[in-house]
């Protein structure tokens, strides 16, 4: 299986009252979980982006206030303290050139001897619109065409070097870009940097299907993973790729303990202290589009109904119909008995992986096995120590047992993920 850790900060999952919690944007914490990560021979340290802070009801969301350090301003500098670890940036693809970004993302992958890897992102939201020139003009239906034209005019840039080391001009003309001249970065030693794709809409699999490496995802069950799996990777085809070239990582919470029951103690705790009674009002409010102060967190779930582009919450990504899931936590609600605040930690939570250590590497292997996965991208609840009991108790059994490796057999990320180099297309 793949491994990759997510680097927890202005997350949901974040506990930041724990005692054990650090900064977010000191270098050190960033040092301590990429070197955790590498220990345990993980294919890739992910760093998510923010391009504005997000606002709720007039105020910046509480998680924000700590601040978002650029992504691969931080990954160049943690290419000089690990050695093999693969290093991925999210950077959108909406608010930023083709040409600028290729070059960063060339560089990071000469840096760090070819393991940079580029999470693209996309967005038509108005309100991070207006940090930028462009505002916020770009229609959602038209994110993800000038996201695939993004893509594929970074692989031109990328191949305007030969691999022997001869630059040569390069031109696009397409519907989104028009650009010419010569690239300033070297092929670098991967080819390409590594293309990751989150998303788990329509057309979000439809573009990891064509361009992507990996696809970031979410899905609660073995019976849900299974099916994004075979949708996903029947898509391939027609874009002439095989199953192989497309690994489907989810995004996932991991908690261990000495025995089944105590980490079950410990999950129910922490979930306890990722959704407090404030934060459950906050939870709902998104959903509901309205201010539910008046609410009582431990009481019932609203009567009413959501309310469509109130601008209550600027900056966030709301997944699904508003009305449909509503439905759904009542429907949840009224068959466990369930609150407000027990009704959104009985939703909100990511697919947990919850047990001893053997207990969670049994579970994490027959994900991979039954085709739910190709593996994992941990969402730890600490900064940066999150990833330590897995990294010391679970991955030594993962390794006894052959489904993960024992040391890296290559130097790129690349290598790792068992993707070949790109053919030049010069």
């Not at 466990?336 to 047990?355: A, D, H, N, P, Y």
């Amino acid at each position: 299986m793949h491994l990759a850790a997510h680097f927890p900060g202005v997350n949901a999952t974040t506990v930041w009252a724990d005692p054990r919690s650090r900064s977010q944007i000191d270098f050190s914490s960033f040092v301590h979980l990429a070197r955790t990560a590498e220990r345990g021979k993980f294919d890739f340290f992910f760093l998510a982006e923010g391009l504005r802070l997000r606002e709720h009801n007039g105020r910046v969301h509480d998680l924000d206030v700590v601040g978002r350090p650029e992504s691969l301003t931080v990954l160049n500098a943690l290419a000089a303290v690990t050695e093999r670890l693969g290093l991925a940036a999210t950077v959108n693809a909406t608010f930023n050139e083709p040409y600028e970004l290729a070059r960063r993302l060339a560089t990071l992958d000469h840096l760090s001897a070819g393991r940079a890897a580029w999470n693209v992102v996309t967005s038509s939201d108005a309100f991070t619109g207006e940090n930028f020139r462009r505002g916020g003009y770009l229609d959602r239906a038209d994110r993800y065409t000038r996201a695939a034209e993004f893509v594929a005019t970074a692989r031109e840039l990328w191949d305007s070097w030969t691999p022997d080391g001869e630059s040569r001009p390069f031109a696009h003309e397409g519907g989104q870009f028009t650009i010419s001249g010569e690239f300033t970065v070297p092929r670098s030693p991967q080819g390409h940097p590594v293309v990751i794709q989150a998303g788990d809409s329509g057309e979000g699999r439809e573009f990891a299907a064509s361009a992507a490496d990996i696809i970031f995802t979410r899905h609660g069950t073995l019976e849900a993973g299974r099916d994004f799996y075979a949708d996903v990777k029947a898509r391939l085809a027609a874009y002439g790729r095989k199953p192989d070239d497309l690994k489907i990582m989810p995004g996932v919470t991991v908690v261990v303990g000495d025995t089944d029951a105590q980490a079950q103690e410990q999950a129910y705790e922490i979930r306890r202290q990722q959704v407090s009674p404030q934060n459950a009002i906050l939870a709902a409010e998104q959903l509901w589009g309205t201010d539910l102060s008046a609410y009582d967190p431990d009481g019932p779930l609203p009567a009413i109904d959501p309310v469509i582009g109130s601008g209550l919450v600027k900056g966030r990504v709301l997944h699904g119909d508003p009305f449909a899931v509503v439905a759904r936590w009542r429907a949840i609600a009224e068959a466990k008995g369930l609150s407000l605040r027990q009704t959104v930690i009985e939703t909100t939570s990511r697919q947990s992986f919850i047990g001893s250590p053997r207990t969670v590497a049994a579970e994490l292997t027959a994900f991979v096995d039954e085709r739910a996965a190709d593996g994992f991208i941990l969402v730890p609840h600490l900064t940066p120590g999150g990833l330590d009991d897995f990294v010391d108790r679970v991955v030594p059994l993962l390794q006894e047992s052959g489904a993960f490796r024992s040391e890296y057999s290559g130097s790129t990320l690349r290598s790792h993920l068992g993707l070949a180099e790109p053919v030049w297309k010069g």
